[in-house]
T-cell receptor
Framework: ETGVTQTPRHLVMGMTNKKSLKCEQH?????MYWYKQSAKKPLELMFV???????ENNSVPSRFSPECPNSSHLFLHLHTLQPEDSALYLC??????????????FGNGTRLTVT | DQQVKQNSPSLSVQEGRISILNCDYT??????FLWYKKYPAEGPTFLIS?????DKNEDGRFTVFLNKSAKHLSLHIVPSQPGDSAVYFC???????????FGDGTTLTVKP
């Protein structure tokens, strides 16, 4: 399998639940990203990992907790979310870090609904 | 304040004609620009990019033009095909294209 794979594709959770989103890339890339797309809003960068190290947290609330055990896997742990957190969560990867003009390779996203 | 804007939420063109999608940015530090295309139920896919040292980049039917003084870029698709119907996102970045700032997207519909 190639590309960037995200699971699950759809997730409905209550505000008191704990769930995790999973992302796996088979491209040999070293950087992984979480982006969020809310309704009628542009994609927003949430987190960046380079070589498993978090290099950016774009002022994301602590109810979102990322984890990157290796360069191929990225998780987003969710707990006590709010209905306004309902959105499409997109994982992406790119080859390098630093000065890097490589475009992002996105997964198909997880559509999250918080009830 | 939104730093990358795509002021047209939607655009409809006839097959075979030219599609022109526009994007404006405000941050002078942006020096690399990308266009992504997104089909329903799929993630965005990279289409074409341009560095600020150029004013035009062409790839097949797709051409991106950059006007730095106006902080404006546009994507031209010629000729447009029904398979081009998708949401097109403009993105701008500095040294790391992965850390891009995206526009809201423009939904392009190409009618047969």
């Amino acid at each position: 399998e190639t590309g960037v794979t995200q699971t699950p594709r759809h997730l409905v959770m209550g505000m008191t639940n704990k769930k995790s989103l999973k992302c796996e890339q088979h491209l040999g890339h070293n950087a992984m990203y979480w982006y969020k797309q809310s309704a009628k809003k542009p994609l927003e960068l949430m987190f960046v990992y380079n070589f498993k190290e978090q290099t950016e947290n774009n002022s994301v609330p602590s109810r979102f907790s990322p984890e990157c055990p290796n360069s191929s896997h990225l998780f987003l742990h969710l707990h006590t979310l709010q209905p306004e957190d309902s959105a499409l969560y997109l994982c992406a990867s790119s080859p390098h870090r630093g000065l890097d003009r490589s475009p992002l390779h996105f997964g198909n996203g997880t559509r999250l609904t918080v009830t | 304040d939104q730093q990358v804007k795509q002021n047209s939420p939607s655009l409809s063109v006839q097959e075979g004609r030219i599609s022109i999608l526009n994007c404006d940015y405000t941050n002078s530090m942006f020096d690399y620009f990308l266009w992504y295309k997104k089909y329903p139920a799929e993630g965005p896919t990279f289409l074409i990019s341009i560095s600020s040292i150029k004013d035009k980049n062409e790839d097949g039917r797709f051409t991106v033009f950059l006007n730095k003084s106006a902080k404006h870029l546009s994507l031209h698709i010629v000729p447009s095909q029904p398979g081009d119907s998708a949401v097109y996102f403009c993105a701008a970045s500095g040294t790391n294209a992965g850390k891009s700032t995206f526009g809201d997207g423009t939904t392009l519909t190409v009618k047969p």
